[in-house]
């Protein structure tokens, strides 16, 4: 039998799957879950606003010469805020955050965003640096609202970020798959690929 990635008699909150060493594949085994890295054909929406996208791109290659992102904080104030103050003008999604979640003593804690719809739920976890091991915790985090979500919807949507930099993921609920994309997506580049998959997992009707 493979010994646990747990260690009894402590409580795990998701900021601690950030420092398992683990392969995911045990991590989320854990819990009934298998895991696997592919192409994923996301969402992405096709009625994009244009000006505002690129208005939005231009801005991010004007400030990030001029600000120091070296903490997460400043990564979340000024490369991930943006994008979903736009998400949140064009939608009527609610955007929540650090949404608090506790489901028990191995899934607890807060979800950086959590970006609802009737029909979706993106959460987004937001790193200092690291993907990989960021991605364990937000791993976690889709497996926590998987359990603690009754909205009647077939995929949970996942996204890591280090600012400039998004990986996206999705949880299918009834195989209890985790699959990560194996494409990331860089800021300012890619700033309409990014924008336009948020929004389209947003407007989808999964």
């Known amino acids: ?31 009934g879950y298998t895991f696997s890295l592919e192409i994923i054909s996301l969402p992405v929406a096709q009625n994009l606003d244009e000006i505002a996208v690129a208005k939005l791109k231009q ?12 903490s997460e904080i400043a990564k979340r104030d000024f490369l991930i805020a943006p994008i979903l103050m736009e998400i949140a003008k064009v939608t009527a999604s609610k955007i929540n955050v650090e949404y608090p979640l506790d489901i028990d003593d191995k899934l607890s804690g807060s979800l950086d965003y959590l970006i609802r719809t009737k029909q979706n739920l993106i959460v987004i976890e937001a790193k200092k640096g ?15 609202l998987d359990k603690y979500e009754d909205l009647q919807t077939s995929t949970i949507y996942g996204a890591i970020t280090i600012g400039d930099v998004w ?16 494409d990331s997506y860089s800021i300012p580049s890619d700033t309409e690929k990014v924008f336009g998959i948020l929004l389209g997992i947003v407007e989808s009707t999964n």
């Not at 801005?59 to 070296?70: A, D, E, R, V």
């Open 1 to 31: 039998m493979i010994k646990s990635v747990f260690k009894e008699n402590r409580r795990y909150t998701f900021s601690d799957y950030f420092n398992l060493t683990n392969p995911i594949e045990e991590i989320v085994g854990e819990f």
């Open 59 to 70: 801005t991010f290659y004007t400030i990030i010469p001029k600000i120091s992102l070296t």
């Open 167 to 182: 990986n996206f993921a999705l949880l299918h609920r009834k195989t209890k798959q985790i699959i990560r994309d194996i």
């Open 130 to 144: 690291d993907l990989d091991k960021g991605f364990n915790q937000l791993a976690a985090e889709m497996i926590a």
